[in-house]
């Protein structure tokens, strides 16, 4: 026998069988066991949510032999017809596929005939919305004063694509969508059912990574064990087979961005991608971290309300000390975006490792977010004390005189005179041989200064630790040194280093120096 996808071999049989619908299954059930049916209904909510499920078993009741407090028996003729889909009292439409307006006529020419057998000739139409709006004005005088033996039943995700004038036929019903711990249940009795073996954490997992669809979370589990093949199916193994990405993966990518660590983070996407995970999936898991650790961080929320073990849950909480919710904010708008453009784009690497550059230097955007990337770092240097301003001071005149706060003097470094010479000659040739450097060695150079160092060795000091990066990873120093001794005709030797915001003053040592020390000093010529 051909296998079944597990979707359709554990599709509910009856209205006990729903799982998430309660209030809908209620009514409907009452509905029956009253006779109080109506002749229009109206499903929607999202897919895999049990919509066609329940129109399939409310056409099975309606026309049941032998229905037991509005349920079918499963039993009679007319119930295992319905089940077999050889039942010529329930018709289902795809109206993605039979659009038109003779599609609708169909219909209407049908329905002027009763049922050979059974009570009721049951129209269940999925998709409803997809109708034309030639098809649509067809079915609404039958839909207004149908036959007492029909009843129409759509089906839809997107209920606000129908006219009003059919919304107002129909009885309307919105299917929410299944809760973590509903979805779980199921999938426990569902594989207790086929035999496989699978831990609570990937039972978890799955229900997640399904939002809300038990059809889907189906699909997912029959995918993930037909992947584990005869063994138990674990947590790793349903990462894999989803190709998706632990939270361990996510913490480390969200610390780099919260380091400002351009190297971490690309190391991150890099092993994500040698490890076969998909990217646009890669990128939504991370969103929707962010969003449980701003949820975590603005509202009371616990383990239970963002859907995820303990010890996730006290990783976000150690997260959520360091940093603030503006900036989670500030990644999620970005990795959104990103995401929406990874749909179409023909290289998504190229476009994940941009944002993550620009995730590490918001500094770097011209746009409002760039700019208010800047007035934080200059608010938390204020309060680190990186910046004093000395208060005016009132002389005998009385009228407050500011007077500039007294500099910090620079530290010193005595040279040579042939070092010093060196140095000025480089200082004097830098932007004309950086101009022949090819662009992705000359950018990082912008706003570096040259330092000396011990043993003749000229040091390039960066300010910005990203162009530091840029400078190391691209080779900037063979480039510079070749360039040097192409236009200066001596050999120099460079070497890069990351400091802070002051410039060492060198000087050299005179005749004058010299005479001032009380020892005999031998010269060279």
């Known amino acids: 026998m051909a296998y079944v996808a597990l979707y359709r071999k554990w599709r509910p049989a009856a209205f006990d069988e729903v799982r998430g619908q309660e209030a809908i299954v209620e009514t409907l059930r009452n509905q029956i066991e009253t006779g109080r049916i109506g002749h229009a209904y109206l499903f929607c909510g999202s897919r895999g949510t049990g919509k066609t499920s329940v129109a399939k078993i409310f056409a099975k009741a309606v026309n049941c032999e032998h229905p037991e407090h509005g349920e079918p028996c499963g039993k009679c003729a007319m119930c295992r017809a ?98 973590t711990e509903d979805i779980i249940g199921r999938l426990k009795e569902l594989a207790a059912g086929e035999g496989i073996e699978a831990d609570d954490r990937a039972i978890a997992y799955i229900a997640r990574k399904a939002d809300g669809g038990l059809r889907d979370a189906i699909s997912l589990l029959d995918q993930c064990a037909a992947f584990r093949g005869t063994g138990k199916l674990t947590y790793e193994k349903a990462l894999e087979a989803l190709g ?67 010890e996730d849950w006290q990783r976000l909480a150690t997260e959520a000390k360091m940093t603030d919710p503006a900036d989670l904010m500030r990644l999620i708008r970005l990795f959104s975006s990103v995401y929406n453009d990874m749909r179409t784009a023909a290289d998504k690497r190229v476009l994940l490792e941009v944002a993550a550059i620009k995730a590490t ?41 500011t007077k500039p706060a007294e500099e910090e003097k620079a530290p010193e470094r005595v040279l040579s005179k042939a070092d010093w010479e060196t140095l000025n000659e480089i200082r004097k040739r830098w932007k004309q041989v950086v101009r022949r450097l090819p662009r992705q060695a000359a950018w990082p150079l912008e706003e570096a200064w040259i330092e000396p160092k011990d043993g003749g060795v000229m040091s390039i000091v960066f300010k910005d630790r990203f162009k530091y990066n840029a400078a190391v990873r691209f080779e900037t120093v063979p480039l510079l040194e070749a360039a040097m001794a192409k ?39």
């Not at 039958?142 to 129909?170: M, N, Q």
């Not at 060198?506 to 020390?517: K, N, Q, S, W």
Request: hydrophobic share 40%; with cysteine.
């Open 361 to 401: 230097h918001p500094a770097m955007e011209s746009d409002i977010s760039g700019l208010a990337a800047r007035v934080l770092d200059l608010e938390q240097k204020l309060k680190n004390g990186a910046f004093t301003v000395q208060a005016p001071s009132a002389p005998a005149g009385g009228k407050p005189e």
């Open 82 to 179: 319905v089940d077999d889909g050889n039942s010529v009292n329930v018709i289902e439409i795809d109206a993605a596929s039979n659009n038109g307006v003779d599609n609708i006529r169909e219909i209407r020419d049908e329905v002027q005939y009763r049922p050979a057998e059974g009570r009721y000739r049951v129209y269940i139409i999925d998709e409803v919305h997809m109708l034309s709006t030639g098809a649509f004005n067809a079915l609404l005088k039958t839909l207004e004063e149908p036959p007492e033996y029909v009843i129409f039943i759509l089906a839809t995700t997107e209920p606000h694509k129908i006219p009003l004038t059919v919304l107002s036929r129909c009885q309307r019903y919105d299917f929410r969508r299944i809760t």
């Open 487 to 525: 236009d200066y005709g001596k050999a120099v030797s460079f070497d890069v280093r990351a400091a802070g915001n002051r410039e060492t003053q060198p000087r050299f040592v005179t005749d004058e120096d010299l005479a001032a020390i009380h020892m005999e000093i031998e010269t060279e010529d």
């Open 244 to 310: 998706t990405v632990d939270s361990d993966m996510l913490s480390r990518f969200l610390r780099a961005m919260l380091a400002d660590d351009t190297d971490e983070a690309l190391a991150v996407i890099e092993a994500v991608r040698m490890e076969g995970r998909e990217l646009g999936q890669f990128v939504q898991d991370f969103i929707w971290y962010l969003r449980n650790l701003l949820l975590l961080m603005t509202a009371d929320a616990t383990s239970d309300l963002l859907e995820m073990s303990e």
